[in-house]
């Protein structure tokens, strides 16, 4: 019987681009943050000037702007937040069903790693390890070390996700 290694990415290259970078389940195509564990990802900009779309949520509403996250038209009350990326010329707004569907997704996913003890990327794997900066549970494959300190050397773990080396 031979033991299924866990898939490795290099910490060195940016990716993978095909999964979401905290629990490495492939990406969905419905919506930008990961169905997963709701980690939301790269919003995107939708424009249409040449029509007037009616709100998903108020059907009398008129509007021309569209949630970042699943790309629904929304009005004012139904809009949540707005960001600001840097590749992005305008604010995106996001509505509130995909910010609260994204918060309840992560609330699930965190409970379900905090009772299970296992890797947040490999569910067949045992957590040795928890990353420093987003504190998930880390099987040995999935933690990158660094060395810090000048005078008393310290081995740090961080894991993948691109948020926990800034």
Request: charge should be positive; aromatic fraction near 12%; charged fraction near 25%.
């Amino acid at each position: 019987m031979t033991s299924r290694q866990p898939r490795v990415y290099d910490p060195d290259k940016v990716g993978p681009t095909d999964r979401c970078l905290r629990c490495w389940v492939p990406h969905g195509d419905r919506v930008n943050y990961c169905e997963n564990c709701g980690k939301i990802g790269l919003a995107s900009h939708y424009w249409d000037f040449d029509h007037t779309y009616y709100c998903v949520n108020h059907p009398t509403v008129r509007t021309r702007e569209f949630c970042g996250l699943c790309a629904e038209p929304v009005c004012s009350q139904c809009r949540e937040r707005r960001t600001k990326p840097l590749s992005s010329p305008s604010p995106i707004p996001w509505c509130f069903t995909c910010v609260r569907t994204a918060g309840a997704t992560e609330e699930r996913f965190l409970e379900k790693l905090a009772t299970s003890g296992t890797c947040a990327k490999h569910a067949d794997q045992p957590s040795r390890f928890a990353c420093k900066s987003c504190v998930l549970p880390l099987c040995a494959p999935c933690a990158y070390y660094h060395v810090i300190g000048i005078f008393r050397r310290r081995l740090r773990v961080f894991c993948h996700n691109i948020d926990s080396f800034y």
